[in-house]
């Protein structure tokens, strides 16, 4: 079982930052064997995948991000970040953290989330 948990949501005025933050832990995993995806989900709206990074730090990004947000990641922590840049108003949502095992349990999972909103 792997626990994920997402910090750093919060209110922020437009053209404003965030970094976000996504901690997994658990003892049956190893965390530099994980693909990472921050997915967001607004108000009415499917979630979406915003941006990846897979076990190897190969990055991919949705368009309406792309040149914004950036993810990294720190294995030794445990951790995957994306900072926020150029904040919109349509960024608002809730953000989401999935992490997939692709060593042992082969599953993913997810976290509870946490709420981006951007004012104008």
């Known amino acids: 079982q792997v626990r994920v948990v997402e910090s750093g949501g919060g209110l922020v005025q437009s053209r404003g930052s965030l970094r976000l933050s996504c901690a997994a832990s658990?003892?049956?995993?190893?965390?530099?064997?994980?693909?990472i995806g921050w997915y967001r989900q607004a108000p009415g709206k499917q979630r979406e995948l915003v941006a990846g990074?897979?076990?190897?730090?190969?990055?991919n990004y949705a368009d309406p991000v792309k040149g914004r947000f950036t993810i990294s990641r720190d294995n030794a922590e445990n951790t995957v970040y994306l900072q926020m840049n150029s904040l919109k108003p349509e960024d608002t949502a809730v953000y989401y953290c999935?992490?997939?095992?692709?060593?042992?349990?082969?599953?993913?999972?997810w976290g509870q989330g946490t709420q981006v909103t951007v004012s104008s």
């Open positions: 658990g003892s049956t995993f190893r965390f530099n064997f994980t693909d």
């Open positions: 999935n992490v997939v095992d692709n060593v042992y349990s082969r599953r993913d999972y």
């Open positions: 990074i897979s076990s190897g730090g190969i990055t």
